[in-house]
């Protein structure tokens, strides 16, 4: 069974980087398209980045040129890297795994503090 774990949220301050991981399992990575999604309070989830199977990437215009997507297939695992952080990006991040349906992970809180 698929399972989607992330990881690397917390509490951070406005600026600098943070990394968030997602490990898989019970997948064959390579071939599924992964994405990070987020969301804040009191909104709808959003798309926040994509990489297909093959590598290529898509960003939301919020993030774009601060976050970057990136997948490393013989860890099954996909990264988020948030650079220039904001306290806008205050949200629970969550992990997706697409190929003929969507997984999801549970989710790991990032709070931004100005």
């Known amino acids: 069974q698929v399972q989607l774990v992330e990881s690397g949220g917390g509490l951070v301050q406005a600026g600098g980087s943070l990394r968030l991981s997602c490990a898989s399992s019970?997948?064959?990575?390579?071939?599924?398209?992964m994405g990070w999604y987020r969301q804040a309070p009191w909104k709808q989830r959003e798309l926040v980045a994509t990489?297909?199977?093959?590598?290529?990437?898509d960003y939301s215009d919020s993030v774009k040129g601060r976050f970057t997507i990136s997948r490393d297939n013989a860890k099954n695992t996909v990264y988020r890297q948030m650079n220039s952080r904001k306290p806008e990006d205050t949200a629970v991040y969550y992990c997706?795994?697409?190929?003929?349906?969507?997984?999801w992970g549970q989710g790991t809180q990032v709070t931004v503090s100005s």
């Open positions: 990489i297909s199977s093959g590598g290529t990437t």
């Open positions: 997706m795994a697409k190929w003929r349906r969507d997984y």
């Open positions: 019970g997948m064959f990575f390579s071939i599924y398209a």
